[in-house]
Protein backbone atom coordinates (compact mmCIF):
# COMPACT_ATOMS: atom_id res chain seq x y z
CA UNK A 1 0.00 0.00 0.00
CA UNK A 2 1.21 3.38 -0.64
CA UNK A 3 -0.31 6.99 0.43
CA UNK A 4 -1.00 9.75 -0.71
CA UNK A 5 -2.98 13.63 -0.06
CA UNK A 6 -4.00 15.23 -2.98
CA UNK A 7 -3.09 19.05 -1.74
CA UNK A 8 -5.75 21.24 -3.81
CA UNK A 9 -7.25 25.02 -3.07
CA UNK A 10 -7.60 28.28 -4.66
CA UNK A 11 -4.17 30.00 -6.05
CA UNK A 12 -2.30 31.58 -3.60
CA UNK A 13 -4.38 29.37 -0.63
CA UNK A 14 -1.18 28.19 0.93
CA UNK A 15 -0.72 24.68 -0.98
CA UNK A 16 2.84 24.20 -1.19
CA UNK A 17 3.59 25.76 2.06
CA UNK A 18 1.47 23.59 3.80
CA UNK A 19 3.58 20.91 1.41
CA UNK A 20 6.95 21.95 2.92
CA UNK A 21 5.67 22.36 5.97
CA UNK A 22 4.52 18.39 6.46
CA UNK A 23 7.72 17.86 4.76
CA UNK A 24 9.41 19.35 7.72
CA UNK A 25 7.06 18.31 10.01
CA UNK A 26 7.00 14.30 9.01
CA UNK A 27 11.10 14.77 9.18
CA UNK A 28 10.73 15.31 13.46
CA UNK A 29 8.66 12.42 13.63
CA UNK A 30 11.70 10.28 11.64
CA UNK A 31 9.43 9.97 8.51
CA UNK A 32 9.93 10.57 5.24
CA UNK A 33 7.36 11.94 2.61
CA UNK A 34 7.89 13.06 -0.64
CA UNK A 35 5.90 15.78 -3.05
CA UNK A 36 5.19 16.00 -6.50
CA UNK A 37 4.56 19.05 -8.30
CA UNK A 38 1.53 19.03 -10.50
CA UNK A 39 1.33 22.39 -11.26
CA UNK A 40 2.53 23.77 -14.54
CA UNK A 41 2.80 27.29 -14.01
CA UNK A 42 4.31 27.05 -10.46
CA UNK A 43 6.90 29.83 -9.84
CA UNK A 44 8.17 29.43 -6.15
CA UNK A 45 8.19 26.64 -3.68
CA UNK A 46 10.99 25.40 -1.10
CA UNK A 47 10.56 21.63 -1.18
CA UNK A 48 12.46 19.33 -3.29
CA UNK A 49 9.98 17.61 -5.51
CA UNK A 50 10.35 14.00 -6.63
CA UNK A 51 8.96 14.87 -9.92
CA UNK A 52 7.57 18.03 -11.43
CA UNK A 53 5.08 18.40 -14.27
CA UNK A 54 6.83 21.03 -15.67
CA UNK A 55 9.64 18.75 -16.66
CA UNK A 56 6.47 17.06 -19.00
CA UNK A 57 4.91 20.30 -19.88
CA UNK A 58 5.44 24.00 -19.02
CA UNK A 59 1.70 26.34 -19.06
CA UNK A 60 4.35 28.56 -21.37
CA UNK A 61 4.30 25.59 -23.81
CA UNK A 62 0.76 25.25 -23.77
CA UNK A 63 -0.08 29.27 -24.17
CA UNK A 64 2.42 30.01 -26.57
CA UNK A 65 2.23 27.23 -28.94
CA UNK A 66 0.94 29.37 -32.33
CA UNK A 67 -1.81 26.72 -32.85
CA UNK A 68 -3.20 26.13 -29.39
CA UNK A 69 -3.39 29.85 -27.90
CA UNK A 70 -4.49 29.00 -25.11
CA UNK A 71 -5.02 31.36 -22.21
CA UNK A 72 -3.42 30.72 -18.66
CA UNK A 73 -6.71 28.94 -18.22
CA UNK A 74 -7.45 26.65 -21.15
CA UNK A 75 -3.85 26.03 -21.11
CA UNK A 76 -3.90 24.39 -17.27
CA UNK A 77 -6.18 22.65 -18.15
CA UNK A 78 -4.65 21.63 -21.28
CA UNK A 79 -1.54 20.97 -19.31
CA UNK A 80 -3.49 18.50 -16.84
CA UNK A 81 -5.29 16.80 -19.56
CA UNK A 82 -1.84 16.10 -21.21
CA UNK A 83 -0.33 14.98 -17.83
CA UNK A 84 -3.10 12.23 -18.01
CA UNK A 85 -2.27 11.22 -21.74
CA UNK A 86 1.36 11.34 -20.44
CA UNK A 87 0.82 9.00 -17.35
CA UNK A 88 3.91 6.52 -18.34
CA UNK A 89 5.44 9.56 -17.11
CA UNK A 90 4.35 10.27 -14.07
CA UNK A 91 4.32 6.16 -13.52
CA UNK A 92 7.82 6.34 -13.97
CA UNK A 93 8.61 9.17 -11.72
CA UNK A 94 6.50 7.58 -8.84
CA UNK A 95 8.55 4.35 -9.01
CA UNK A 96 6.61 0.98 -7.57
CA UNK A 97 7.92 2.07 -3.54
CA UNK A 98 5.53 0.10 -1.22
CA UNK A 99 4.91 2.37 1.89
CA UNK A 100 5.78 5.51 0.23
CA UNK A 101 4.28 8.76 1.00
CA UNK A 102 3.77 11.36 -1.71
CA UNK A 103 1.75 14.87 -1.38
CA UNK A 104 0.39 16.04 -4.62
CA UNK A 105 0.90 20.10 -4.55
CA UNK A 106 -1.86 20.52 -7.46
CA UNK A 107 -2.33 23.65 -9.69
CA UNK A 108 -4.60 26.52 -7.70
CA UNK A 109 -7.67 26.45 -10.86
CA UNK A 110 -10.43 25.11 -8.96
CA UNK A 111 -12.72 24.18 -11.44
CA UNK A 112 -10.23 21.31 -12.18
CA UNK A 113 -11.82 19.59 -8.85
CA UNK A 114 -15.45 20.91 -8.80
CA UNK A 115 -17.17 19.79 -12.00
CA UNK A 116 -14.37 18.74 -14.29
CA UNK A 117 -13.22 15.36 -14.47
CA UNK A 118 -9.62 15.69 -14.76
CA UNK A 119 -8.55 15.11 -11.69
CA UNK A 120 -10.91 12.77 -11.18
CA UNK A 121 -9.27 10.33 -13.59
CA UNK A 122 -6.19 11.45 -12.07
CA UNK A 123 -7.34 9.60 -8.57
CA UNK A 124 -8.62 6.97 -10.71
CA UNK A 125 -4.59 6.40 -11.86
CA UNK A 126 -3.45 6.43 -8.39
CA UNK A 127 -5.89 4.08 -7.18
CA UNK A 128 -4.51 1.57 -9.50
CA UNK A 129 -1.47 2.34 -8.08
CA UNK A 130 -1.91 1.14 -4.95
CA UNK A 131 -2.58 4.85 -2.68
CA UNK A 132 -4.53 5.60 0.19
CA UNK A 133 -5.75 8.79 -0.89
CA UNK A 134 -7.00 12.15 1.27
CA UNK A 135 -7.96 15.20 -0.75
CA UNK A 136 -7.07 18.16 1.53
CA UNK A 137 -8.82 21.24 0.79
CA UNK A 138 -6.58 24.96 1.76
CA UNK A 139 -8.92 27.84 1.70
CA UNK A 140 -7.62 30.99 3.17
CA UNK A 141 -8.88 32.11 6.26
CA UNK A 142 -8.31 35.65 5.78
CA UNK A 143 -11.59 35.34 3.23
CA UNK A 144 -13.58 33.44 5.66
CA UNK A 145 -13.67 36.22 7.92
CA UNK A 146 -17.45 37.21 6.66
CA UNK A 147 -20.78 35.45 6.76
CA UNK A 148 -21.45 35.03 3.23
CA UNK A 149 -17.82 34.29 2.20
CA UNK A 150 -17.41 31.41 4.09
CA UNK A 151 -20.77 30.02 2.90
CA UNK A 152 -19.29 30.19 -0.33
CA UNK A 153 -15.81 28.90 1.00
CA UNK A 154 -18.02 25.94 2.10
CA UNK A 155 -19.81 25.23 -1.03
CA UNK A 156 -16.59 25.38 -2.99
CA UNK A 157 -15.23 22.52 -0.21
CA UNK A 158 -18.10 20.60 -0.43
CA UNK A 159 -18.37 20.58 -4.55
CA UNK A 160 -14.31 19.16 -4.44
CA UNK A 161 -15.01 16.80 -2.04
CA UNK A 162 -18.35 15.63 -3.82
CA UNK A 163 -16.60 15.83 -7.61
CA UNK A 164 -13.65 13.62 -6.11
CA UNK A 165 -14.61 11.52 -4.03
CA UNK A 166 -12.15 10.86 -1.83
CA UNK A 167 -11.76 11.19 1.96
CA UNK A 168 -11.42 14.60 2.71
CA UNK A 169 -10.18 17.31 4.73
CA UNK A 170 -10.81 21.06 4.47
CA UNK A 171 -7.99 23.34 5.94
CA UNK A 172 -8.09 27.15 7.27
CA UNK A 173 -5.04 28.16 6.40
CA UNK A 174 -3.24 31.06 7.03
CA UNK A 175 -4.42 31.85 10.37
CA UNK A 176 -1.20 33.17 12.08
CA UNK A 177 -1.88 36.34 9.57
CA UNK A 178 -5.29 37.20 10.89
CA UNK A 179 -6.46 39.16 14.10
CA UNK A 180 -8.00 38.11 17.16
CA UNK A 181 -11.17 39.35 16.37
CA UNK A 182 -11.03 37.69 13.15
CA UNK A 183 -10.40 33.87 14.60
CA UNK A 184 -13.47 34.71 17.18
CA UNK A 185 -15.55 35.47 13.97
CA UNK A 186 -14.60 31.81 12.51
CA UNK A 187 -14.98 30.20 15.37
CA UNK A 188 -18.77 31.18 15.60
CA UNK A 189 -18.87 29.92 12.46
CA UNK A 190 -17.76 27.19 13.28
CA UNK A 191 -20.00 26.32 15.66
CA UNK A 192 -22.66 23.59 15.47
CA UNK A 193 -25.40 25.96 15.16
CA UNK A 194 -25.80 27.56 11.19
CA UNK A 195 -27.53 30.59 12.77
CA UNK A 196 -24.97 32.22 13.96
CA UNK A 197 -23.71 32.68 10.25
CA UNK A 198 -27.31 32.66 8.62
CA UNK A 199 -28.26 36.13 10.84
CA UNK A 200 -25.08 37.49 9.32
CA UNK A 201 -25.65 36.73 6.13
CA UNK A 202 -29.21 37.55 6.28
CA UNK A 203 -28.30 41.17 7.20
CA UNK A 204 -28.23 44.41 5.14
CA UNK A 205 -28.89 43.98 1.56
CA UNK A 206 -31.82 43.86 -0.84
CA UNK A 207 -30.57 41.05 -2.57
CA UNK A 208 -29.77 38.82 0.77
CA UNK A 209 -33.00 39.55 2.37
CA UNK A 210 -34.74 37.94 -1.32
CA UNK A 211 -32.24 35.04 -1.16
CA UNK A 212 -32.82 34.45 2.39
CA UNK A 213 -34.51 31.06 2.26
CA UNK A 214 -32.06 30.21 -0.02
CA UNK A 215 -28.97 30.48 1.92
CA UNK A 216 -30.96 29.30 4.86
CA UNK A 217 -31.72 25.98 3.08
CA UNK A 218 -28.18 25.94 2.02
CA UNK A 219 -26.91 26.61 5.10
CA UNK A 220 -28.88 23.52 6.97
CA UNK A 221 -28.14 20.77 4.89
CA UNK A 222 -24.81 21.56 5.44
CA UNK A 223 -25.41 21.60 8.72
CA UNK A 224 -27.93 18.80 9.38
CA UNK A 225 -25.48 16.40 7.45
CA UNK A 226 -22.65 17.66 8.50
CA UNK A 227 -21.37 17.75 5.57
CA UNK A 228 -18.37 20.32 5.95
CA UNK A 229 -15.61 20.29 9.10
CA UNK A 230 -12.75 23.13 8.74
CA UNK A 231 -9.85 22.52 10.37
CA UNK A 232 -7.73 25.83 11.44
CA UNK A 233 -4.40 25.54 10.13
CA UNK A 234 -1.17 27.46 12.07
CA UNK A 235 1.66 26.24 10.26
CA UNK A 236 3.72 28.36 13.28
CA UNK A 237 2.30 26.03 15.97
CA UNK A 238 3.85 22.82 15.79
CA UNK A 239 1.28 20.84 18.04
CA UNK A 240 -1.48 22.20 15.38
CA UNK A 241 0.67 20.82 12.31
CA UNK A 242 1.01 17.34 14.12
CA UNK A 243 -2.69 17.12 14.94
CA UNK A 244 -3.35 17.69 11.91
CA UNK A 245 -0.74 15.53 10.28
CA UNK A 246 -1.94 12.65 12.97
CA UNK A 247 -5.36 12.97 11.63
CA UNK A 248 -4.47 13.03 7.84
CA UNK A 249 -2.55 9.78 8.48
CA UNK A 250 -5.59 8.18 10.29
CA UNK A 251 -7.85 8.90 7.52
CA UNK A 252 -5.47 7.02 4.79
CA UNK A 253 -4.41 4.41 7.25
CA UNK A 254 -0.81 5.36 7.14
CA UNK A 255 1.31 3.84 9.90
CA UNK A 256 -1.87 1.47 11.15
CA UNK A 257 0.56 -0.84 12.63
CA UNK A 258 1.89 1.31 14.73
CA UNK A 259 -0.12 2.42 18.08
CA UNK A 260 -3.00 4.56 16.63
CA UNK A 261 -5.07 5.64 19.24
CA UNK A 262 -8.19 7.81 17.98
CA UNK A 263 -7.72 11.69 18.02
CA UNK A 264 -8.95 14.70 17.23
CA UNK A 265 -8.06 18.25 16.36
CA UNK A 266 -9.22 20.66 19.18
CA UNK A 267 -11.56 23.24 18.17
CA UNK A 268 -12.71 24.39 21.10
CA UNK A 269 -11.02 26.04 23.55
CA UNK A 270 -9.04 23.93 26.45
CA UNK A 271 -8.67 23.86 29.82
CA UNK A 272 -6.11 26.79 29.64
CA UNK A 273 -8.40 28.69 28.00
CA UNK A 274 -6.16 28.87 24.60
CA UNK A 275 -8.25 28.72 21.34
CA UNK A 276 -7.83 25.92 18.85
CA UNK A 277 -6.27 28.69 16.72
CA UNK A 278 -2.99 28.44 18.96
N1 LIG B 1 1.99 33.84 7.15
C1 LIG B 1 1.66 32.82 6.35
N2 LIG B 1 1.89 32.91 5.03
C2 LIG B 1 1.58 31.86 4.25
C3 LIG B 1 0.97 30.69 4.79
N3 LIG B 1 0.74 29.85 3.78
C4 LIG B 1 1.17 30.46 2.67
N4 LIG B 1 1.67 31.67 2.93
C5 LIG B 1 2.19 32.66 1.96
O1 LIG B 1 1.19 32.87 0.97
C6 LIG B 1 1.77 32.93 -0.33
C7 LIG B 1 1.16 31.86 -1.23
O2 LIG B 1 1.51 30.61 -0.65
P1 LIG B 1 1.73 29.31 -1.52
O3 LIG B 1 2.09 28.21 -0.60
O4 LIG B 1 2.66 29.57 -2.67
O5 LIG B 1 0.26 29.12 -2.10
P2 LIG B 1 -0.24 28.14 -3.25
O6 LIG B 1 -1.62 27.75 -2.90
O7 LIG B 1 0.74 27.03 -3.46
O8 LIG B 1 -0.23 29.13 -4.48
P3 LIG B 1 -0.39 28.78 -6.06
O9 LIG B 1 0.77 27.90 -6.41
O10 LIG B 1 -0.32 30.14 -6.71
O11 LIG B 1 -1.70 28.13 -6.25
C8 LIG B 1 3.27 32.81 -0.14
O12 LIG B 1 3.82 34.09 -0.09
C9 LIG B 1 3.41 32.11 1.21
O13 LIG B 1 4.61 32.45 1.87
C10 LIG B 1 0.72 30.63 6.21
O14 LIG B 1 0.18 29.66 6.76
N5 LIG B 1 1.09 31.72 6.93
Request: aromatic residues 10%; hydrophobic residues 40%.
Amino acid sequence: MRYAQLVVGPAGSGKSTYCSTMVQHAETENKTIHVINLDPAAEYFDYSPIADIRELIHLDDAMEDDEMRFGPNGGLIFCMEYLLENIPWLKEQIGEDDDDYILFDCPGQIELFTHMDTMKKFVEFLKTENFMICSVFLVDSQFMVDGAKFLSGTMTALSVMINLELPHVNLLSKIDLISKSSKKQIESYLEPDPHILLSEINTGSRWSEKYTKLTEALGKIIEDFSLVRFYPLNIKDEENVADIFFTINNIIQYGEDADVKAKDIDLHPDEDGEDSFG
